[in-house]
C-alpha cells in the first residue's frame, strides 16, 4: 500500500514551452502532497506543499507564478512548469501524505519515483 | 544553520568491506524523527528507516545498522559487509514537531560507492 506515482518520468522540452507533471496516490487519499526539487548531486528541497482544494505554500525563492501548482483532488497534485528555461531542467520528486485510519499519527511522507526534466 | 550534516559527501569502499555513512543534526524539538533514505541511480528514494526521538534503541536489519545517539545528535548508518547493490546515495533526514512534522528536512546526501 502507499504507492505514489509520477507522470511522465521523463520529459525533454523545448526552451520557453510549459511542462506538467502529474502526482497520484494511488492506494490512499492523500491530504497533503509536496513538491521538490533536485539538482544533479545535490539534495532535495523542497518546494511547495499543497493542500487539497487550497492554494500551495511555497518555500522561499520559489516562484510561484513559474511553478504552478494545483492540488484539485485527494488524489491528484500537478505542477506546471511554465515558460520552461535550460535552468529549470532538474528531477522533480513529489511526496503524498495519508491521513486517518492505516496511517501513523506521524502522517509520514510517500515518495514518487520522480520526473526528470530536461529543457533544451 | 544547516539542520542536517552529512559531512561525507563521497564514500568508496570494497565489496564485503564495512561502511558507517555519519548524520548529525540540529533541533530545539524535544520530539522529531530521523530518518535515512537510499537513492539509487533510478532515482527513486528507498526509505530505509524511521526512528522516533524518545527511541534511543539501535535497530538491527540485515546487513543495515543505525546507532542513535542523542547526547551528540547524531544518527549514524552502518552496512555490513556491503556489497555492489548498495552503491546509491544516501539522505538523513529530520520531521519536527514544531512543524507539525509537515516538512522532511534533508541532508546533502553520502553517496556510496562499492566496487567489486
Known amino acids: 500500500g502507499a504507492v505514489v506515482s509520477q507522470h511522465p518520468s521523463w520529459v525533454i522540452c523545448k526552451s520557453g514551452t510549459s511542462v506538467k507533471i502529474e502526482c497520484r496516490s494511488l492506494?490512499?487519499?492523500?491530504?497533503?502532497m509536496f513538491w521538490y526539487r533536485q539538482f544533479p548531486k545535490q539534495s532535495l528541497m523542497l518546494m511547495a506543499t499543497s493542500n487539497e482544494g487550497s492554494k500551495a505554500t511555497y518555500e522561499q525563492g520559489v516562484e510561484k507564478d513559474k511553478f504552478l501548482i494545483n492540488h484539485a483532488s485527494l488524489t491528484l497534485s500537478t505542477l506546471t512548469v511554465t515558460s520552461a528555461h535550460p535552468e529549470d531542467s532538474s528531477f522533480y520528486i513529489c511526496s503524498a501524505r495519508g491521513a486517518g485510519q492505516g496511517f501513523s499519527s506521524y502522517n509520514e511522507q510517500f515518495f514518487g519515483p520522480g520526473t526528470r526534466l530536461t529543457v533544451l | 544553520a544547516q539542520k542536517v550534516t552529512q559531512a561525507q559527501t563521497e564514500i568508496s569502499v570494497v565489496e564485503k568491506e564495512d561502511v558507517t555513512l555519519d548524520c548529525v543534526y540540529e533541533?530545539?524539538?524535544?520530539?522529531?524523527?530521523l530518518f535515512w533514505y537510499k537513492q539509487p541511480p533510478s532515482g527513486e528514494l528507498v526509505f530505509l528507516i524511521r526512528r522516533n526521538s524518545f527511541d534511543e534503541q539501535n535497530e538491527i536489519s540485515g546487513r543495515y545498522s543505525w546507532n542513535f545517539q542523542k547526547s551528540t545528535s547524531s544518527f549514524n548508518f552502518t552496512i555490513t559487509a556491503s556489497q555492489v547493490v548498495d552503491s546509491a546515495v544516501y539522505f538523513c533526514?529530520?520531521?519536527?514537531?514544531?512543524?507539525?512534522?509537515?516538512?522532511?528536512?534533508f541532508g546533502k546526501g553520502t553517496m556510496l560507492l562499492v566496487s567489486p
Open positions: 533541533t530545539r524539538d524535544t520530539t522529531y524523527y
Open positions: 533526514a529530520l520531521s519536527e514537531l514544531n512543524s507539525g512534522y509537515s516538512t522532511l528536512t
Open positions: 492506494d490512499f487519499q492523500a491530504t497533503t
